[in-house]
């Protein structure tokens, strides 16, 4: 079975800042992780994924996330955050990459707050 | 990626009726799925919807409250029936293609009932 843990679910950082948003997970298997972003009344949006290639993951507007297995983490970052970044983010688990059982399993989701 | 589309995108509705939504993709998919995003939550997903056969529910969802059809590879649609107030919720479709891990999602339909 599968499952993501995020730890916060609330993160308020100024404008220009650093953004540390902390996901940690359960796999039975390898797993793929993903960071969604929801934009307020708007549907998901990929940010980054992470497929067993390099454990740093580059992502769109500036994210990154770094796979540790031995943490068993997948910590979603930015080093500056923009008033545009306000959103939910959720941190999503796949066991099986791309055949066989393809369920997400999404975090509980963390809310960004930018403080100007 | 592909371009999804959901119809409607929003919704008012009274207790004991149904609502049809309709998930348009611009290209054909190999797997459709729909989820629920109660308010203030996660997304929990409902069913796989299949091509040509019957959707595969998750645990907690049935067929009878949430008939899914897919008649082909680019269209699928999701009943909510004999909706009651905790029927409130959005409800998304997304999309895999075979061989790809990641999902692409539609903007997503906002249903309340009263």
């Known amino acids: 079975a599968q499952s993501v843990t995020q730890l916060d679910s609330h993160v308020s950082v100024s404008e220009g800042t650093p953004v540390l948003l902390r996901c940690n997970y359960s796999?039975?298997?390898?797993?793929?992780l993903f960071w969604y972003v929801q934009h307020p009344n708007k549907g998901l949006q990929l940010l980054l994924k992470?497929?067993?290639?390099?454990?740093l993951v580059k992502g769109i507007n500036g994210f990154e996330a770094e796979f540790k297995k031995s943490e068993t983490s997948f910590h979603l970052t930015k080093p500056s955050a923009h008033m545009s970044d306000a959103a939910e983010y959720f941190c999503?688990?796949?066991?099986?990459?791309?055949?066989?059982?393809?369920?997400?399993?999404f975090g509980t989701g963390t809310r960004l707050t930018i403080i100007p | 990626s592909a371009v999804i589309s959901q119809k409607p995108s929003r919704d008012i509705c009274q207790r004991g009726t149904s609502l049809t939504i309709q998930c348009q993709v611009d290209?054909?998919?190999?797997?459709m799925f729909w989820y629920r995003q109660q308010p203030g939550q996660s997304l929990t997903l409902i069913a796989t919807?299949?091509?040509?056969?019957?959707?595969?529910?998750e645990s907690g969802f049935v067929i009878d409250k949430f008939p899914i059809s897919r008649p082909n590879l680019t269209f699928s649609t999701l009943t909510v029936s004999n909706m009651s107030p905790e029927d409130s919720s959005i409800y998304l479709c997304?999309?895999?293609?075979?061989?790809?891990?990641?999902?692409?999602f539609g903007p997503g339909t906002r249903l309340t009932v009263l």
């Open positions: 997304s999309v895999k293609e075979q061989g790809a891990s990641e999902q692409f």
């Open positions: 999503v688990v796949s066991d099986v990459q791309g055949f066989g059982n393809e369920k997400l399993t």
């Open positions: 290209s054909q998919v190999t797997m």
């Open positions: 992470y497929t067993s290639a390099a454990t």
């Open positions: 919807a299949n091509q040509g056969s019957e959707a595969t529910y």
């Open positions: 796999s039975s298997y390898s797993p793929s």
